[in-house]
C-alpha cells in the first residue's frame, strides 16, 4: 500500500508514521521510567510486574478473574501477538477466513502457521461482504476467522447484524451444525 500511496501521491494510510514528535510530558515520563534496575529481558510471556498489574484490570472491565501465570501472555506488538494466536488455533493444514481487503500479516501468519486463507470480499463502497460467500467459506470448515473491526485498510465497521450473522455462522460450526451453516440461505 506504501508503493500504491506513493504511485498516486496518496496519503499513506497504510502504516503509522506520525509526522509529529510525541507530547513532552510523555517523553518525561519515559525517561523517568527507564531510570532503574530495568533493562534485563523480562520471561518471554511478559514481565511478572506487568502481567499482574493487567490481571488486576481485567476483572474490573470483564468480570472474568485473570491468573496472571495461567492465563496472560505479553507480547511485543499486535504483529507477534496475531503470530501466537495464529499458531495457537491452527494447525498445518486449517483453513482460516480473512476478508479483503486485509492488512498484509493476516495472510502471511496463516500462511506461516501452515493453515491456508479463505478470502472473503468486502466491496465498495460500503465494503459489505456478500453473505452467501461468507456462508460458502464456513461450509469448509475453518479453524479460524480474521475480524478486524474497524477492518484495515478499508476502515469498514461492521454493522450489529453483520457481526450476529458472523457469530452464528461461528457457533453453527463449532456446534457441528451441517457446514456450520446455522441459517441456511439466510443473511444479516
Same mark, same amino acid.
Given at each position: 500500500?506504501?508503493?500504491? %500511496?506513493?504511485?498516486h ?15 513532552? /510530558?510523555l ?13 534485563q ?5 511478559g ?8 490481571a488486576?484490570?481485567?476483572p474490573r472491565?470483564?468480570g #472474568?478473574a485473570?491468573?496472571?501465570d ?9 504483529t ?7 499458531m495457537? !488455533?491452527?494447525n ?19 500462511? #506461516? =502457521?501452515?493453515?491456508e ?8 463502497p ?6 452467501? /460467500?461468507?456462508?460458502r467459506?464456513?461450509?469448509q ?7 478486524c473491526?474497524?477492518?484495515?485498510? =478499508? ?5 450489529? /447484524? /453483520? ?10 460450526l463449532?456446534?457441528? %451444525?451441517?457446514?456450520g451453516?446455522?441459517?441456511? !440461505?439466510?443473511?444479516?
Amino acid at each position: 500500500m506504501t508503493r500504491v %500511496a506513493n504511485q498516486h501521491g496518496a496519503i499513506n494510510l497504510a502504516h503509522g508514521f506520525p509526522d509529529f514528535d510525541p507530547p513532552e /510530558e510523555l517523553l518525561v515520563a519515559l525517561e523517568k521510567t527507564t531510570r532503574g534496575p530495568f533493562h534485563q529481558y523480562a520471561v518471554t510471556w511478559g514481565a511478572p510486574r506487568f502481567r499482574q498489574a493487567l490481571a488486576r484490570k481485567i476483572p474490573r472491565f470483564t468480570g #472474568l478473574a485473570v491468573d496472571p501465570d495461567q492465563h496472560l501472555v505479553v507480547t511485543c506488538g499486535s504483529t507477534e501477538a496475531m503470530m501466537v494466536a495464529m499458531m495457537t !488455533a491452527c494447525n498445518p493444514g486449517d483453513k482460516v477466513i480473512v476478508f479483503s481487503p486485509f492488512y498484509e500479516n493476516y495472510v502471511a501468519d496463516t500462511i #506461516l =502457521s501452515g493453515a491456508e486463507p479463505i478470502y472473503v470480499a468486502l466491496r465498495p463502497p460500503d465494503f459489505a461482504f456478500d453473505p452467501d /460467500e461468507l456462508r460458502r467459506a464456513f461450509q469448509q470448515r475453518p479453524k479460524a476467522l480474521v475480524l478486524c473491526n474497524p477492518s484495515n485498510p =478499508s476502515g469498514k465497521v461492521f454493522t450489529r /447484524e /453483520e457481526l450476529l450473522y458472523i457469530a452464528k455462522l461461528a457457533a453453527g460450526l463449532r456446534d457441528g %451444525a451441517a457446514g456450520g451453516d446455522p441459517l441456511g !440461505a439466510q443473511g444479516p
